[in-house]
């Protein structure tokens, strides 16, 4: 239930279904415009097809299985921005009602309804280069199918920047608030954001040239609403292609380098995040600073420790590969003989995060201090090895760290903390 302080009655006119993991774009745009309007709902979080079959209390209210979905008052409806458009009039909100901004142009606003339709328009446009740039082969020279695609790309997402820059202050129609129209766009331009960089090596953000997108982006991550939903590159370029299709690598150097990093070069005690990085930190939080971020990954691992042990015991279990996200293997099955080595190596983890051992012995080049978490971690690891099992151990815990979500499990700051703390007990289970 989401009450925003009011009652399961009025929390009961609707239900929001939405996909379990947050890999849904459209789940994504739905979900914002109700934390931000503040609209009480049920939530019911329903699988995607690429990690595991949907319930049949959902396929049965809605046949084609697809998401996002809500039931107002008893009725279904499909759709996103369909749905928006409805909970714009059913929950007002600004001058026309109690639902936090108003998110559409008044009835009468001709002029206003004029440009929110040329900028969804627009949109459109925008997700149909970056499919053409993105999901097909890139053939230097061959029009659309090569460089074309990419100044095709280019050029929308200038025409997007310059209509952004056409209002007074960050948003598409201006005013205080996003609208449905800057929904409409944040959860694919976010997308776009990770895919164009680690398939084709093109940053679209603090590249210095679309700076309206910039300061767009900037204000959204104000928002504690939008950074709930938002996701970060590595899970991004994960789950896109079971939804999209295969991503098409361009080549070269640049375009090396940065899926390298998205895939985990830069895993490594002590990290060097900021707001200033090709996948930015968000001011809120290099402001709360790498200790917050610790903490809350410790958080989310202890909250759940007993499950996640036996998740990470996948790794040295049986894969069943029935659906198709890197990410997602519901039907696997777990070696429990592992599990008391796996779950002593993840409290010893939780531990480090804490107390930030790790990161001080990576930071000296240096042992970790004694009586450390991280000189007990590195005691237990070299146990394990000494016993053999360093390899297996490993395995777990990479399964695990591949496997971080975001938004899902954490926040992206705090992933790559859990991340690379992982890593540097991967480092002692092998002597390094």
């Known amino acids: 239930l989401r009450l925003f302080g009011r009652s399961e009655d009025e929390a009961g006119r609707l239900t929001f279904y939405r996909d379990h993991a947050a890999w ?31 319930p049949k209390s959902f396929t049965s209210k809605v046949p084609s299985g697809l998401l996002p979905v809500v039931e107002l008052d008893g009725r ?10 409805m909970l714009e009039q059913e929950f007002p909100g600004g001058d026309f009602g109690p639902y936090g901004p108003a998110m559409l142009p008044a009835p009468g606003d001709a002029e206003g309804l004029a440009r929110a339709n040329k900028l969804l328009k627009l949109e459109r446009v925008l997700f149909s280069d970056w499919c053409g740039l993105v999901f097909r082969p890139s053939v230097p020279g061959a029009g659309l199918f090569g460089g074309g695609a990419m100044g095709a790309f280019e050029k929308t997402l200038s025409a997007v920047d310059e209509a952004l820059g056409e209002t007074a202050g960050h948003w598409f129609m201006g005013g205080d608030a996003p609208t449905i129209v800057d929904l409409q766009y944040v959860s694919h331009v976010e997308r776009m954001n990770a895919s164009a960089l680690y398939w084709k090596g093109m940053q679209l953000r603090g590249a210095g040239r679309w700076k309206n997108i910039d300061k767009w982006f900037d204000a959204f991550e104000q928002l504690p609403e939008y950074r709930a939903t938002q996701s970060d590159y590595y899970t991004t370029v994960m789950d896109i292609p079971p939804q999209y299709g295969p991503g098409f690598s361009s080549g070269g150097d640049k375009q090396e380098r940065a899926a390298a990093v998205i895939d985990g070069a830069n895993w490594r005690l002590p990290l060097k995040q900021s707001t200033r990085d090709a996948e930015p930190l968000t001011a809120h939080a290099e402001a709360a600073g790498e200790q917050a971020a610790r903490e809350e990954a410790a958080w989310e691992l202890s909250q759940n420790g007993d499950a996640v042990a036996r998740f990470a015991c996948r790794g040295m279990g049986e894969a069943d ?27 010893h983890i939780t531990a480090a ?4 051992s790790m990161a001080s012995a990576a930071r000296a080049k240096a042992a970790p201090a004694e009586g450390s978490a991280a000189a007990r971690a590195s005691a237990s690891a070299a146990a394990t090895r000494a016993e053999g099992e360093g390899p297996a151990i490993a395995a777990c815990l990479e399964y695990l760290q591949r496997r971080v979500g975001v938004p899902r499990d954490m926040s992206f700051a705090a992933a790559q903390q859990l991340r690379a703390h992982i890593e540097w007990y991967k480092d002692q289970l092998s002597g390094n």
């Not at 409806?77 to 458009?85: F, K």
């Not at 590969?321 to 696997?332: E, H, Q, S």
């Not at 995060?353 to 930030?356: S, T, V």
């Open 24 to 54: 849904c774009p459209y789940c994504q745009k739905l979900w914002l415009q109700i934390e931000l309007k503040r609209i009480p709902c049920r939530i019911e979080r329903i699988n995607m097809r690429s990690y595991g079959a949907k």
């Open 76 to 85: 279904i409806v499909t759709e996103s921005l369909v749905i928006m458009q």
């Open 321 to 347: 590969g029935r659906y198709g996200a890197p990410l997602a293997d519901p039907m696997a099955t777990p070696d429990l003989d592992f599990l008391p080595r796996v779950d002593e190596a993840l409290r």
């Open 353 to 356: 995060l804490l107390d930030g």
